[in-house]
């Protein structure tokens, strides 16, 4: 089983993590921007973040075969602080690097007026830069966010098949299925879906156009879900090749509109460097 997860936060996660995403058959993934679980005080906290995704992660990744990419954006939840907001201006140096994929994630988190003007300001970037778009829908409220989510997709000219609505339930799906946009499903242990709601999706809508990721980060949460989830498609009768297409060709899919996939990861071996450091700790015995 090949997998490809379109969705998650490694930086958050440690190197046990990518040795067992490895041997569950992950051979690339994308990263998304993400906040850090407190308020950033300043936009240099942004500027070495992003450095760290197109840098240090991509190596760290490398380190066990898997294929890192990333996603650039102000994320929703502090396009409410100003203090965050003046990074919109310096979005454009990332969004022209190799690795880059989308941009993202954007969207809502409390549908506030100031998350919307950053949203339909980073829709706009990712026409400029002719880049999918990634999208975070709201954990309250989901629907109506979803709906006005698909609202300014439209504004702003987007294809719908340059954008990924993520963390999508049975509530929200047929909406974001009907406006022809990719559907992406969050895999998680307890909230969003599980393995098994996912697969009573697919065997109702079908396989088009679909992602799934774990959006694993720094809180309870689980890198392998995504493999999980490939157990139970074929447990419930999926093909391997029905496995492959929603694991793997679709975000292969779906993030090779923006021309930039890289799906060899770099040849890398341990006490390989990057910026002078290296995985390891101490001499070997």
């Not at 990332?94 to 941009?103: E, F, R, S, W």
């Not at 880049?131 to 300014?152: I, Y």
């Not at 009768?237 to 679709?250: A, C, H, I, K, Q």
């Amino acid at each position: 089983m090949r997998i490809f997860d379109p969705h998650i936060h490694m930086s958050s996660r440690t190197t046990d993590d990518y040795e067992a995403m490895a041997a569950a058959g992950v051979q690339a993934l994308v990263e998304p921007a993400f906040w850090l679980g407190q308020p950033r005080t300043s936009v240099d906290s942004f500027v070495d973040y992003f450095d760290a995704l197109v840098g240090w992660e991509r190596f760290r990744a490398s380190q066990f075969g898997i294929a890192h990419h990333c996603t650039i954006a102000l994320n929703p939840k502090e396009a409410n602080d100003p203090r965050c907001t003046p990074v919109l201006d310096l979005l454009p140096r990332y969004l022209a690097k190799d690795g880059v994929v989308a941009v993202g994630e954007v969207g809502f988190d409390s549908m506030t007026e100031d998350e919307e003007k950053a949203f339909s300001r980073q829709l706009e970037l990712a026409r400029e830069f002719a880049l999918p778009a990634l999208v975070h829908t709201p954990h309250r409220d989901k629907l109506a966010g979803t709906r006005r989510t698909l609202d300014l997709v439209e504004a702003a000219g987007m294809e719908p098949g340059m954008v990924v609505v993520d963390h999508l339930n049975e509530v929200t799906v047929d909406v974001v299925d009907e406006a022809g946009a990719w559907m992406g499903f969050s895999i998680y242990p307890d909230t969003k879906m599980d393995p098994d709601r996912m697969v009573a999706i697919l065997q109702r809508r079908g396989l088009d156009r679909v992602l799934v990721n774990s959006a694993a980060d720094w809180g309870k949460s689980d890198p392998l879900r995504t493999r999980a989830t490939g157990e139970a498609m074929l447990a419930a009768g999926f093909t391997e090749d029905d496995v492959d297409r929603v694991l793997w060709r679709n975000p292969v899919e779906f993030f090779g509109q923006s021309g930039r996939l890289l799906l060899d990861a770099p040849e890398s071996s341990q006490g390989d460097t990057f910026a002078g450091n290296s995985l390891l700790r101490g001499e070997r015995a």
